[in-house]
């Protein structure tokens, strides 16, 4: 049981390039996110997807496309990366919210960190 | 607009003594209130939780308060150990919403 696994761990790319990260998860959850962390800003989320097929903005989407492939995969693409998105980029995935007062914990990958030139 | 506070960037604590970090929230709907560790090159991980029906949870030498009223919520760690030095992120959610809304994180030193 890997949890949630990202590839890759770290790249650099040029401006303009582009590039896909990839997530996956083997704990059969419903949800799954993209969050970048920047330093003094916390973790933003940038898109998730609450069940296969769905997928829906967060707070910082712009330049940004995803993917869910299938349940246990969730990819994000940089179509023309520009030096704003060096970031540290999480992928999550978590259980499906019941009734009543079910937990929203969400399980993080390692991370990608990217830098772009 | 940041609607989940952490106002101190980084907390100095002597190991054995308490570390309190603090958080605070505006919006009236979050009703889950979550705590995440992370350490350098690794990602955020979940250490403990509370449901806005509670005002206290335990969890070994961890306790989250939470203080409705003044939508503020804080992370007791008694005794403070070395491996607890990390950054500790608030997170809070509203019932159907499963989107989390974190905080910016404290950088917390345990001096040994």
């Known amino acids: 049981n890997a949890g949630v696994t990202q590839t890759p761990k770290f790249q650099v790319l040029k401006t303009g390039q582009s590039m896909t990260l990839q997530c996956a998860q083997d704990?059969?959850?419903?949800?799954m996110y993209w969050y970048r962390q920047d330093p003094g800003m916390g973790l933003r989320l940038i898109y998730y997807?609450?069940?296969?097929?769905?997928?829906d903005k967060g707070e910082v989407p712009n330049g940004y496309n995803v993917s869910r492939l299938n349940k246990r995969e969730f990819s994000l693409r940089l179509e023309s990366a520009a030096p704003s998105q060096t970031s540290v980029y999480f992928c999550?995935?978590?259980?499906?919210?019941?009734?009543?007062?079910?937990?929203?914990?969400?399980?993080f990958g390692p991370g990608t960190r990217l830098t772009v030139l | 607009d940041q609607q989940v506070k952490q106002n101190s960037p980084s907390l100095s604590v002597q190991e054995g003594r308490i570390s309190i970090l603090n958080c605070d929230y505006t919006?009236?709907?979050?009703?889950?209130f979550l705590w995440y560790k992370k350490y350098p090159a690794e990602g955020p991980t979940f250490l403990i939780s509370?449901?806005?029906?509670?005002d206290k949870n335990e969890d070994g030498r961890f306790t989250v308060f939470l203080n409705k009223s003044a939508k503020h919520l804080s992370l007791h760690i008694v005794p403070s150990q070395p491996g607890d030095s990390a950054v500790y992120f608030c997170?809070?959610?509203?019932?159907?919403?499963?989107?989390?809304?974190f905080g910016t994180g404290t950088r917390l030193t345990i001096i040994p």
């Open positions: 999550a995935s978590s259980e499906e919210r019941g009734q009543g007062w079910s937990t929203d914990t969400q399980y």
């Open positions: 919006n009236s709907m979050f009703d889950y």
């Open positions: 997807s609450a069940s296969e097929g769905t997928t």
């Open positions: 997170a809070a959610s509203a019932f159907g919403n499963e989107k989390l809304t």
């Open positions: 704990m059969n959850h419903n949800s």
């Open positions: 509370i449901s806005s029906i509670k």
